[in-house]
Each structure stands twice: as C-alpha cells, then as structure tokens.
C-alpha cells in the first residue's frame, strides 16, 4: 500500500493551525497512525487508529478520516511543533509510511 | 519508564555483516512485539519487520527476506536485527520500536543506530 503525503511541505505561522493529509492507495480502513520527527531524533507517535491520541499527546493533535483519505490538525501552532511528520499504515504488511510532510515556520 | 537503547554506530564494508541490539527496559520484551525501521539519510521510514519476542516469530518485509534476522534473548530483555551482504543503499538509522498492543503501530523507539556501509 503505498501512503501519499501532502504537502511535502507546509508553511504556517505560529498560532495558527495547521492540515496535513494523508492518501492511502486502497484502503486502510482506520489503521493509520501519525508520528511526529524532529532532526536527530527517533519518531514520536501522535495518533493511532486515524483518531487516537497517543499517551501525553496533548489535544492541540487530532485526526480523522477513513479508508483513504487521512488529516492530521494542529492547532495553536508553537515553536515545537515545527517538524517533520509521517503517517502509516497498518492495515497490511509491509507497513508502510508516507514520504512526510515538513511543517515549518512561516 | 519504558525505554529502548540501541546499540552503538556502525560502519561496515559491502557484503559485510551487522548486528544492531535493542535493550528494553521499564517493562518485560515478552510482553510485545518489536519491530525494526530504518531511515536511509533525508529519506522516509520503511518497515523491515518483527519479532514476538514471547515466541520467537518473526514476519519480514519481502525487500528483505533472506537477508534479516530478528532475535531476542529474553533473559536479557533485549531484540538483534541481524542484516548480512550489506550494501551502499543499507547506510541508514536503524530503529527499534515497540508495539504496544500487537496491531502495528510504534508507542516507544529506540535512539535509533546508524550503520555506515562503505568500501
């Protein structure tokens, strides 16, 4: 299943909120999860079955969407929310993650 | 707390052996499956696979079957991704991450180890 992310990369200015979208080639169903990176650093989950927020993950993240078509929402963007951001599926193996989307700052 | 502690940096030479370890630690490596990631440099994240550290069983992404091993020795709490007949395109950070409820997605990672691969 190949994971389409877009855009590859999304200017915003703090404050602000910011979408993020996700394309699965077929469906996925709700097996979707968002993580979160940032330069040197392993992956950090967000959000899993499309709409779950991971523990500690404040609500300022949420998610929706089912079988193809996926969105991540940040809202009240702050400096430490300016990363990279991948989604993935889990639905089949080979798991597989979008290309990710770069959020930086406006 | 749940922790994930890789093993050092890498650099080997093409067709080469590496061994990557994963120390657990703040919770029982029987418990959940853990799974291997890799990050070649400025590029995405590709599954290579997992392991029930409880069985032993392991299920491989095709790229990479017979050419990855995963293992575990529970009496240590710890996971080994094994790749042999390395080449240039395996320079990447390779990562352990923890699956919390066995349904395919990664609540804890390791600090990731980079593996180098050149003549």
């Known amino acids: 299943i190949v994971m389409t992310q877009s855009p590859d990369t999304l200017s915003v200015s703090p404050g602000e909120r910011a979408t993020l979208f996700c394309r699965a080639s077929q469906s996925v169903s709700n097996n979707l999860a968002w993580y979160q990176q940032k330069p040197g650093q392993a992956p950090r989950l967000l959000l899993y079955a499309a709409s779950t927020r991971a523990s500690g993950i404040p609500a300022k993240f949420s998610g929706s969407g089912s079988g193809t078509e996926f969105t991540l929402t940040i809202s009240s963007l702050q400096s430490e929310d300016f990363a990279l951001y991948y989604c993935?599926?889990?639905?089949?193996?080979?798991?597989?993650f979008g290309q990710g989307t770069k959020l930086e700052i406006k | 707390q749940v922790q994930l502690v890789q093993s050092g940096a890498e650099v080997k030479k093409p067709g080469a052996s590496v061994r990557v370890s994963c120390k657990a630690s703040?919770?029982?490596?029987?418990?959940?499956?853990m799974h291997w990631v890799r990050q070649a440099p400025g590029q995405g994240l590709e599954w290579m696979g997992r392991?029930?550290?409880?069985?032993?069983?392991?299920n491989y992404a095709q790229k990479f079957q017979g050419r990855v091993a995963m293992t575990r020795d529970t009496s240590i709490n710890t996971a080994y991704m094994d790749l042999s007949s390395l080449r240039s395109d395996d320079t990447a950070v390779y990562y352990c991450?923890?699956?919390?409820?066995?349904?395919?997605?990664?609540?804890?990672w390791g600090q990731g180890t980079l593996v180098t691969v050149s003549a």
């Open positions: 392991i029930n550290p409880h069985s032993g069983g392991t």
């Open positions: 993935q599926q889990y639905k089949n193996w080979p798991y597989t």
């Open positions: 991450a923890r699956d919390l409820y066995s349904e395919g997605w990664f609540d804890a």
């Open positions: 703040g919770y029982t490596l029987n418990g959940f499956y």
